[in-house]
C-alpha cells in the first residue's frame, strides 16, 4: 500500500478521494487549510495536516511530504475570490507543490486538472479564461519537472453518484463525470504506477475504471 500525500483534501474530489483511498488500505495525509476540518477527514480515514497553500513556500512543504509515495494534487480555487485566488491556487500553489515534491524526492505526482473544452459554446467570463489560461499553465510546469506525472482533465464535474463506469483517453469527447468517478480513477491511477507522463481525459462511460485504465496502461 501507498503513503498518498493529497492536496487539497478538504475539496470535493478530495473528500471522495480520501475516502477511497482509507478504504483499499492505502494511508493518507490530508493537507487542508482550517482547523474544522481536521475531524472529518480523521473520520474519512486521513491524518490531517494543517496547512494554507497560499502561504506555504516548498521548503515547509515538503517537510510535509516527507515519506510520502505519491503527491495528488486537486486544489483548486472553485471559482471563489476571483483572478487572484485563481492564480495563487490553481497556479503558484501547484508549482510549489511540484517543487515541494523535488525537494522531498516523492517523484510520482497526479494533478487534477481541466477538460479543454470546458465551457465551449457558452459566454466565458475574463475569470474563467485566467481559469483555463492558468490551469494550461500549471499542466506545462508540471510536465516540465521531470517527476513520475499523470496529468487527469475530467469534464463538468457532478455530484451524482459514482458509477465506476468512464470514457478515459488522451482525446475524448467532452461530458460530464462524477466527482466520486474522478476520485476513483486517481486511486486506479494512484495504483497504476507503470502508467507515467500521461495527459488523461475524463467522462462518465461504460467502461469500468480498471478497464480503462488497463487499456492506458498498455499504450504507455
Known amino acids: 500500500m501507498s503513503q498518498v500525500f493529497v492536496v487539497g483534501a478538504a475539496g470535493k474530489v478530495g473528500r471522495h478521494l480520501v475516502r477511497q483511498l482509507a478504504e483499499r488500505g ?85 494533478l487534477v486538472s481541466a477538460f479543454p473544452e470546458a465551457g465551449r459554446g457558452k459566454p466565458m467570463s475574463d475569470t474563467f479564461e485566467i481559469y483555463m489560461q492558468v490551469k494550461k499553465q500549471a499542466d506545462v510546469y508540471l510536465a516540465a519537472s521531470g517527476l513520475e506525472w499523470v496529468i487527469l482533465r475530467p469534464g463538468t464535474l457532478s455530484d451524482a453518484e459514482g458509477s465506476g463506469l468512464v470514457t478515459a483517453g488522451p482525446a475524448i469527447a467532452y461530458g460530464e463525470v462524477p466527482r466520486a468517478d474522478v476520485a476513483a480513477t486517481l486511486v486506479a491511477l494512484v495504483e497504476r504506477p507503470g502508467i507515467t507522463r500521461a495527459i488523461i481525459e475524463l467522462t462518465a462511460g461504460t467502461t469500468p475504471v480498471g478497464d480503462a485504465l488497463h487499456y492506458l496502461a498498455a499504450q504507455s
Open 26 to 110: 492505502h494511508r493518507v495525509r490530508a493537507l487542508h487549510r482550517r482547523a474544522e476540518q481536521a475531524d472529518a477527514l480523521r473520520a474519512d480515514g486521513a491524518v490531517p495536516v494543517c496547512g494554507d497553500l497560499q502561504q506555504l513556500d516548498a521548503v515547509g512543504l515538503a517537510e510535509m511530504l516527507a515519506g510520502s509515495d505519491v503527491v495528488v494534487f486537486s486544489a483548486g480555487a472553485g471559482g471563489k475570490g476571483g483572478a487572484g485566488a485563481t492564480r495563487a491556487i490553481d497556479g503558484h500553489a501547484l508549482q510549489v507543490a511540484v517543487d515541494a515534491a523535488r525537494r522531498a524526492g516523492v517523484q510520482r505526482f497526479l
